[in-house]
């Protein structure tokens, strides 16, 4: 059997490596309070690229309508170019 020198060894490497292996798996994993603070962050970056995605949809909206407006303004033009200069379709 182990003589009481030889079973202290044992037992400080064995408390040892448990005490180093709780570190470490602590350390390695992030708490919940972490990662709420990143759950939080990613709900808010969400909210920003929706409000952007808002604000860029209006103006592509904008300026469809205005290059609606232009091309009907420049249709009118031909027309009444056509009909100046006496041209036909």
Same mark, same amino acid.
């Given at each position: 059997?182990?003589?009481?020198?030889?079973?202290?060894?044992?037992?400080?490497?064995?408390?040892?490596?448990g005490?180093?292996?709780?570190?470490?798996?602590?350390?390695?994993? !992030?708490?919940?309070?972490?990662?709420?603070? %990143?759950?939080?962050? %990613?709900?808010?970056?969400?909210?920003? !690229?929706?409000?952007?995605?808002? %604000?860029?949809?209006?103006?592509?909206?904008?300026?469809?309508?205005?290059?609606?407006?232009?091309?009907?303004?420049a249709?009118?033009?031909?027309?009444?170019?056509?009909?100046?200069?006496?041209?036909?379709?």
């Open positions: 059997m182990l003589e009481n020198g030889e079973a202290r060894k044992v037992l400080v490497a064995l408390a040892t490596a005490i180093l292996g709780a570190w470490s798996f602590a350390a390695t994993r !992030a708490s919940s309070e972490d990662i709420e603070s %990143v759950r939080r962050e %990613v709900e808010e970056v969400e909210a920003e !690229a929706k409000e952007r995605h808002d %604000v860029l949809s209006k103006s592509v909206e904008e300026i469809k309508r205005s290059i609606q407006t232009e091309a009907i303004a249709a009118s033009f031909r027309a009444q170019v056509r009909e100046a200069l006496k041209i036909k379709k």
